[in-house]
């Protein structure tokens, strides 16, 4: 059975700063890309930062320089360190992992961590 599970999430202050990690089991882990998401109530869910099997991290637009994602194949783990926290960072985060297989997609998610930023 296929688990991904957030931890870290959290009330922080604005400026402050949170770490959510992402433990797998039940998959093959440094085979998946992973990312971490973001959802509002009434909004799309919004990709927020990936990593790929190699290593190589891309962000959106509006956590450039803010956060950072990383991951310990070791350990199963990928992780989400947010500095400088924003309100509009207020959001429940989501793990994922995909990957394709024979052309087959697997794409699989946690249950989500809410984070809140506020004064």
């Known amino acids: 059975q296929v688990q991904l599970v957030e931890s870290g999430g959290g009330l922080v202050q604005p400026g402050g700063s949170l770490r959510l990690s992402c433990a797998g089991s039940?998959?093959?882990?440094?085979?998946?890309?992973m990312g971490w998401y973001r959802q509002v109530p009434g909004k799309q869910r919004e990709l927020v930062a990936a990593?790929?099997?190699?290593?190589?991290?891309n962000y959106a637009d509006s956590v450039k320089g803010r956060f950072t994602i990383s991951r310990d194949n070791a350990k199963n783990t990928v992780y989400l360190q947010m500095d400088n926290l924003k309100p509009e960072d207020t959001a429940v985060y989501y793990c994922?992992?995909?990957?394709?297989?024979?052309?087959?997609?697997?794409?699989?998610w946690g249950q989500g961590t809410q984070v809140t930023v506020s004064s």
């Open positions: 994922n992992g995909n990957r394709r297989r024979f052309g087959a997609p697997f794409d699989y």
């Open positions: 039940g998959i093959i882990f440094r085979l998946y890309d």
């Open positions: 990593i790929t099997t190699g290593g190589s991290a």
